[in-house]
């Protein structure tokens, strides 16, 4: 049997860590696991300017302090995929990953987020990589004094269209709507931005190319007419997926495919919690996933607590 951990947290976006150093703080034993680099979609986002103190922070400067602190505060960070989440007759819970190790732990705090939806069109997969990209501060560099093209019309889209307007010559958002659904305070930024063309009531229908991308064919929901603009990159935001398969079998979704949970975070399965953008909740931001992480961590006590007596 591994050894037993009080608490395993899967994910080290905010909601991860923050649930880390608050459990670590209660002195629970905890491991965090991270699949690939701590903070999650965090960590990708160019500015922050809704973080409470911050008037703009870097996503992965903040990253880094939470990540630090948790070390600090004791939280042990595992560098596994987590493949599957079981519970035990004896209600402790196995941790399996994608290496074949196992782990052991009493409570579990599911934070592993989302990853971007696709745009499920021709040219889209055959690209990635080659001028098809979902992360604008990953990739916007490579496109300086280039045109690119922004799927998608909420904040994430938006935001990552203000950042490419550092590097490309110009920025063409694509959006299905006549109006956006990001915040008016960035809608105002993008709009007055000289960089960035607009085509509205517009889905994409299929990216092309040679070797990189060339063109992407455009369809009017309206009209149904076709047009192509020549691009040198598509950017992707059409929203984003949760990743919940590995707790499938445990607890219930909503129909957004979201992890239902009670006010203190607390799943279908007792012992099993959930925190961050994987939860069924209305807002999704920095802000709201850390509260969900200091919450789960707080309940995971209690309910350890509640066990010994």
Avoid at 209 to 231: C, M, P, R
Avoid at 269 to 292: H, M, N, P, Y
Wanted: net charge negative; charged share 25%.
């Amino acid at each position: 049997m591994p050894e037993l951990y009080d608490v395993a947290v899967i994910g080290s976006g905010p909601a991860g860590m923050t649930a880390g150093i608050y459990a670590s703080r209660a002195l629970l034993k905890t491991m965090i696991f991270e699949k690939n680099a701590y903070g999650g979609l965090m960590a990708l986002t160019d500015k922050l300017e809704n973080w409470p103190g911050e008037k703009s922070i870097a996503g992965f400067d903040l990253a880094e302090k939470m990540h630090s602190q948790a070390l600090d505060i004791g939280c042990e960070f595992v560098s596994e995929e987590v493949q599957k989440v079981e519970k035990r007759e004896n209600g402790s819970f196995a941790i399996k990953t994608a290496s074949g190790k196992d782990f052991s732990a009493k409570t579990v705090i599911y934070a592993a987020g989302s990853v971007p939806r696709k745009a499920e069109i021709p040219g889209e997969k055959e690209f990635t990589g080659n001028g098809v990209s979902y992360c604008a501060v990953c990739d916007g560099a490579f496109y300086r004094g280039l045109k690119v093209a922004v799927l998608g019309g909420g904040d994430s889209a938006l935001k990552e269209a203000l950042y490419l307007t550092k590097f490309a010559e110009k920025v063409t958002i694509i959006h299905r709507r006549e109006e956006f659904r990001a915040e008016k305070i960035t809608q105002n930024e993008v709009r007055s931005n000289p960089k960035i063309d607009f085509v509205l009531n517009s889905v994409a229908e299929k990216i092309e190319g040679k070797d990189f991308v060339e063109k992407i064919v455009v369809k009017n929901v309206k009209t149904g007419g076709l047009s192509e603009i020549a691009v040198d990159g598509v950017f992707i935001f059409l929203g984003y997926i949760p990743e919940t398969k590995p707790v499938a079998d445990l607890v219930k979704l909503a129909e957004s495919g979201h992890v239902l949970t009670d006010s203190e975070c607390r799943t279908s399965t007792e012992g099993l919690f959930a925190a961050g953008d994987i939860r069924e909740k209305l807002v999704r931001q920095v802000s709201t996933a850390v509260g969900d992480g200091a919450i789960a961590a707080v309940a995971a006590e209690h309910f350890i607590t509640s066990q010994k007596h």
